[in-house]
């Protein structure tokens, strides 16, 4: 099993390479193309079956990396338990969006546009393809940006200014929980212990526990900027109505 390529270690990834760059793009087309062909061409059941489909890829690739993990004795309980938030996302999403929810779905915008889109430009990522660890770190952070489109323009579930407190609110009560499990595992998930070994955002914010208030700020700030974009289609809604 270790003689293949998918599971060879590789260190070939680059920030902005040509691997990162060509992921990112991906993402962008996919999230457009989908969102378009799904709007064009199915049925409302054709919708609720490809979002569906779209839930069900995430939920089985980080359920497909930690048996991968386990099969080859390389599972580490202080870093590849599913407790960040893509991760914990991405394995909800089959049971929290089958049934399209509002409620929910306005919490799971702002976590996946302000967070995830962060850990896609920034990937804490030492291998490049075909390694399983970059084929799941970018099918979980992409898929989720392209169900976040895919939510807003096919569901139209647009979150507004009380979701943006709502999903602030859940988010504080997210850290808090998981700062004690850091504490239980000795581990470091979400980087609230402190900052990762790769180059990131958290670099430019000061020292560790400084960081994390710094970073309060920044996320009501991109809580701010991904919900700008949704608020015109939902004034334009309701001067349709």
């Keep these: 099993m270790n003689d293949y390529l998918l599971f060879l270690p590789n260190n070939d990834f680059r920030l902005f390479g040509h691997q990162h760059l060509l992921v990112i793009a991906l993402t962008v087309a996919m999230s ?35 048996a991968i993990r386990l099969a080859l004795g ?3 309980h202080k870093t ?25 779905y306005e919490v799971l915008y702002f976590w996946v546009m302000a967070g995830t889109i ?7 990522l030492f291998e490049g393809f075909p390694h ?48 004690c499990l850091n504490l239980l595992l000795g581990a470091n998930y979400a980087y609230l212990m402190g900052k990762p070994p790769t180059a990131s955002a958290f670099d430019y914010l000061g020292a560790y526990p400084w960081y994390l208030l710094v970073t309060e700020g920044l996320v009501l700030v991109m809580f701010l900027l991904v919900l700008l974009p949704v608020l015109p289609r939902k004034r334009a809604e309701a001067v349709i109505r």
């Design 118 to 124: 962060q850990a896609l430009l920034t990937p804490h």
């Design 32 to 66: 457009i193309s989908l969102a378009l062909f799904s709007k064009k061409r199915l049925t409302k059941m054709g919708q609720l079956h490809l979002g569906r489909g779209i839930t069900v890829v995430l939920a089985a690739t980080v359920l497909g990396w930690i």
């Design 74 to 76: 390389q599972f580490d």
């Design 132 to 179: 399983f660890t970059f084929l799941k770190y970018f099918t979980v952070h992409g898929g989720l940006v392209v169900f976040a489109v895919y939510g807003t323009t096919v569901y139209g579930l647009c979150p507004n200014w009380r979701s943006l407190w709502r999903a602030f609110f859940a988010l504080q009560v997210y850290a808090v929980l998981l700062f």
């Design 80 to 104: 590849d338990l599913p407790l960040d938030i893509c991760n914990i996302v991405s394995l909800a999403l089959p049971f929290l969006m089958w049934n399209p929810s509002h409620r929910v």
